[in-house]
């Protein structure tokens, strides 16, 4: 333990309020001049069950959830309880308790909501406090809230109790609750604040933990952000004004906040009957002539294959997201996975292609949201923003200057009717929109309602003016010429700058490649390696299709071994790497993780110098090593 | 000045108008009841005055998905029963299109049978025309949503199990606000119920009957039909919900006994479209969207300015 940073855990039952306390909690650190990042874990289910979100608060930047964590903060089931006193569904009443003892450090500290729990009903807890060194606060957090308000300003009195123990500042959480609650609701909250700071002031030794918030200051005005945010704040300022969707976990998130924002800029938003007709939707407004969006998850993915497909070979734009969660089928709804990549990059029939990039964090989703609907609209072809559970959920401080972007609204290769005026046209008297002449492969487009452009998209091989057509020369000039955009728009991204995102020494022995989500995870865990004189470092890709060959083959020439991190069973981006390349098999080995947990630091560290430094064997069944195809 | 000029430029326009000028020629069958559906809409185009560019056909796969190659406008081929969602998401992004949408029967009541009552439900101001010819065509003569019980097919060998979807109860009850049933062999009627459902602000279902000769030779559309708003013994009300549902069970009984009846079965002028639902509660801008692309004058908001507080 040490004052470096407080890893706080605050968990309960769904529906226990454990996301919004623990927002502004992370807000309030924030304006405090800290940096802080979230980690979410819940089940699939609305009230009760077990959740908890930790809130990594620390004076430098933080990349990822860290390993274990330093406090905990138990609230009750309170919503698992039906309508008669003390009557609970099922027995899950101690599990904010019980569930979270097995990651907490020693020395940490445990506030558990007396009122609720009792520690009778854990088998051994009093030999783990005393073997491990916690503080334990029992505290009738729930008496308290009832005497000055209502049983569920409990989270207002858990949040003072934090404040009291880790000397934090009571005014800094105080300011953001008057910032965001109405009076009404916010004075009572401010006596159960005071009351449940000054019981632990008057009844603990507040001082004997050594756990607290350091100081930290930042340059410049911070934003809290999570991944699902940056994806639609990206695709608002890009002038995306039109998103059809079907609720499915995780991509619900950015539905949900698109759906909110559209309205207020005079966009459209549409929740459909399904996926098909959810991408399908999205096709027709690009047609018609407007910036739109779709995604899903995995299993509503699978149903957009067919109008990605359509985009493609009628060369509309059209962007979507897919937010990945662990499969096959339904697999776990809540928990992360990066098993999509190939269903991503692979699905849809024919020699169909499409752009695919994946971000590793709220300022990457911001910046290649924007780029997916750029490459989408001038190359006229279906872009991917592929993330998942994690880094859409997690919140983290982002400058608030990275926003501070101009729009575009631009719909890239398309035609005006004065130049229609003198745009060749077929014989039938359209417009030649598919024309093999194109720069780049790309032919630009008219739109509906334009004088002199009418022409016709279809999902069948097709003439110049969109006839129909099994004509074997236009074929192959028609598949040649949608290959082609490809090819431009691989040297387009080339002169792209930070994409993909180098890390670590320059000169190093050893590197691990790794993409989305477990980037930051990655950049802590060589942080840490070359700290005990490893040299290693990291390239982390964003741009999965198409692929940066010349970079990643120069990072792995520059290195003896590489190591591929990434959290599926099947190790996707390593076969995706060694597909690309064409060679290096014998330098790529992977270190995977699939339980539905994402990596901690501390599990890179050790899969690292396990299984490359010392070749020896992972212990227990966390995380597993596959070894290069020369082992 | 608007970036869209074709629409509503309010001319004279001749039939002709709306036939490419050269290639493709129709590979529809000889005798098939197609061309029936697109000499009625090229009449009704001009009748309504539309210029070709102003209006986007959307089709789906099949026989019927080739309609808009052979008409000449806008024109979207999507696929298989997803002509609905590609056609009311156009009509959305810019109101001033005339949109319409068509395919076959299996594509508009099997395949895309959930976007049909979707689309039926939400009264997207839209018209779709359902080229009802009781098989599958293109792929050759398999038993289709709309084939009568006992129809034997090659994957169907010892006859249809399933009764066949009632088209029209279908689309009343899944909230259509205009619905009529036409026939290839009557072209004028299916020109005027063409007008009129174009005109119409909702969604505007048209179950067009379309005879089959090479692989439906049984089915009863080629029988003369019976025009149920003009012959005396079926006087009824259309625009009364109990009367058009009592005259479209009648009628969805008796089409494969080989009595034909067509004409306007609901006319509900008095539900919003749903764009107009949208415009009332906020949900879509006054402007059509698509032109905001080319104003140059217009300011677009950023995320910086308008959202970024509440993250701060």
Not at chain 1, 352 to 370: G, L
Not at chain 1, 427 to 437: I, L, M, V
Not at chain 1, 447 to 460: E, K
Request: with cysteine; aromatic share 8%; net charge negative.
């Amino acid at each position: 333990m040490t004052d470096d940073e407080l890893i706080w855990r605050i968990a309960g039952g769904s529906g226990d309020g454990i996301a919004s306390t623990s927002q502004n909690f992370a807000k309030a650190l924030m304006r405090a001049g800290l940096h802080v990042f979230t980690h979410r874990h819940y089940p699939s289910r609305i009230r009760g069950g077990h959740t908890y979100t930790e809130v990594r608060v620390s004076a430098d930047p933080v990349r990822s959830r860290g390993d274990g964590y330093n406090f905990l903060l138990a609230l009750g089931d309170s919503f698992a309880r039906n309508p008669q006193e003390n009557a609970y569904y099922g027995n899950e009443e101690v599990k904010p308790l019980s569930e979270n003892l097995d990651e907490l450090d020693e020395g940490g500290v445990i506030v558990y909501d007396s009122g609720l729990l009792d520690t009778d009903d854990i088998p051994d807890f009093d030999e783990r406090v005393e073997e491990n060194g916690w503080h334990v606060y029992d505290i009738d957090l729930r008496t308290i809230a009832r005497d000055h308000g209502r049983e569920v300003m409990r989270n207002t009195a858990g949040v003072a109790v934090t404040c009291a123990i880790a000397d934090i500042e009571p005014q800094v959480i105080k300011s953001l609750m008057e910032d965001s609650m109405p009076e009404k609701v916010f004075e009572p909250n401010m006596s159960v604040f005071d009351d449940a700071y000054d019981t632990v002031r008057e009844e603990f030794d507040a001082d004997a933990p050594d756990v607290s918030v350091p100081a930290g200051e930042h340059d410049e005005e911070q934003v809290l952000i999570s991944g699902s945010d940056a994806i639609a704040y990206g695709a608002l300022d890009e002038g995306c004004r039109f998103i059809a969707g079907y609720p499915m976990t995780p991509w619900t998130e950015v539905f949900t906040i698109m759906s909110q924002n559209l309205p207020e800029v005079g966009g459209i938003s549409e929740q459909v009957e399904d996926e098909i007709a959810a991408a399908a939707l999205a096709v027709g407004a690009s047609h018609a002539g407007v910036k739109a969006m779709s995604g899903s998850s995995g299993g509503g993915f699978a149903l957009m294959s067919e109008p990605l497909g359509l985009a493609e070979m009628t060369e509309t734009p059209v962007v979507l997201v897919e937010a990945m969660r662990a499969g096959p089928s339904t697999g776990m709804p809540t928990k992360p996975e990066q098993a999509d990549l190939e269903h991503v990059l692979y699905t849809s029939q024919g020699d169909s292609h499409r752009v695919v990039f994946a971000p590793s964090n709220a300022e990457e989703a911001y910046k290649q949201t924007r780029r997916a609907f750029q490459i989408a609209y001038e190359y006229q072809i279906p872009s991917i923003v592929l993330y998942d559970q994690k880094n859409g959920g997690e919140l983290q401080n982002v400058p608030a200057s990275v926003f501070d972007e101009e729009p575009n609204a631009d719909l890239g290769s398309i035609i005006t009717e004065a130049e229609l005026e003198d745009a060749p046209h077929d014989p039938s008297g359209k417009y030649n929109r598919f024309q093999h002449e194109g720069e780049k492969g790309v032919s630009p487009r008219s739109i509906p309602g334009q004088a002199g452009g009418r022409y016709l998209a279809t999902g069948n091989e097709h003439m110049p003016a969109g006839h129909i057509s099994e004509d074997p020369d236009n074929r192959v000039n028609q598949v040649n010429r949608r290959m082609e955009k490809m090819e431009a728009i691989r040297a387009d991204l080339d002169g792209d700058e930070g994409t993909n995102t180098h890390y670590g020494p320059e000169e190093a022995e050893y590197g691990i490649l790794t993409f989305g989500s477990q980037q930051g995870t990655v950049e802590e865990a060589i942080d840490r390696l070359n700290d005990e004189s490893h040299a290693v470092k990291m390239l982390g890709v964003s741009e999965m299709a198409p692929f940066p060959v010349e970079e990643v083959t120069a990072f792995v020439e520059s290195v003896d071994q590489v190591l591929v991190v990434e959290m599926n069973a099947s190790a996707q981006f390593r076969g995706l790497t060694q597909k690309e390349l064409g060679r290096y098999g014998e330098k790529l080995s992977s270190l995977l993780k699939y339980n539905g947990n994402p990596f901690e630091p501390a599990e890179i560290v050790d899969g690292f110098v396990t299984s490359i430094v010392e070749d020896g064997t992972l212990p227990g069944h966390e995380t597993k090593f596959v070894p290069a195809a020369s082992d | 000045m608007s970036a869209f000029s074709a629409i509503g430029e309010h001319a004279e326009h001749d039939r002709n108008e709306y036939t490419p000028g050269v290639e493709p020629q129709p590979t529809w069958c000889p005798g098939c009841g197609d061309f029936g559906v697109l000499k009625a809409l090229k009449g009704a185009a001009a009748e309504l005055g539309l210029s070709p560019e102003e209006m986007l056909v959307c089709t789906g796969i099949g026989c019927s998905g080739k309609l808009n190659s052979y008409f000449d406008s806008y024109g979207f081929h999507t696929i298989h029963g997803r002509s609905l969602p590609i056609a009311r998401a156009a009509k959305l992004a810019n109101p001033g299109l005339t949109v319409i949408a068509a395919g076959g029967d299996g594509d508009g009541y099997g395949i895309g049978g959930n976007h049909f009552i979707h689309t039926a439900r939400e009264n997207h101001d839209m018209t779709y025309i359902v080229f009802n010819n009781e098989i599958f065509g293109l792929t050759k003569g398999q038993t289709s949503p709309t084939s009568p019980k006992g129809h034997k097919s090659k994957t169907q060998p010892h006859g249809s199990a399933k009764d066949p979807i009632r088209p029209l109860s279908m689309s009343l009850n899944a909230g259509a606000s205009y619905i009529a049933r036409t026939a290839a062999v009557n072209p004028n009627q299916a020109k005027d119920i063409i007008v009129e459902a174009v005109e119409h602000d909702g969604f505007s279902h048209i179950d067009f009957l379309t005879q089959c000769p090479t692989w439906n030779k049984d089915a009863k559309q080629y029988v003369p039909y019976i025009d149920v708003n003009d012959s005396e013994d079926y006087e009824f009300d259309n625009t009364d919900r109990n009367e058009a549902s009592e005259m479209m069970f009648e009628t969805e009984n008796v089409l494969n006994e080989g009595t034909v009846l067509t004409g306007r079965y609901y006319v509900d002028e008095d539900r919003p479209s749903y764009q107009q639902e949208k415009r009332r509660i906020g949900e879509i801008p006054e402007e059509p969207l698509a032109e905001r692309y080319f104003d140059e004058e217009y300011e677009w908001e950023r995320v910086y300015d308008t959202f970024l507080d509440k993250h701060k």
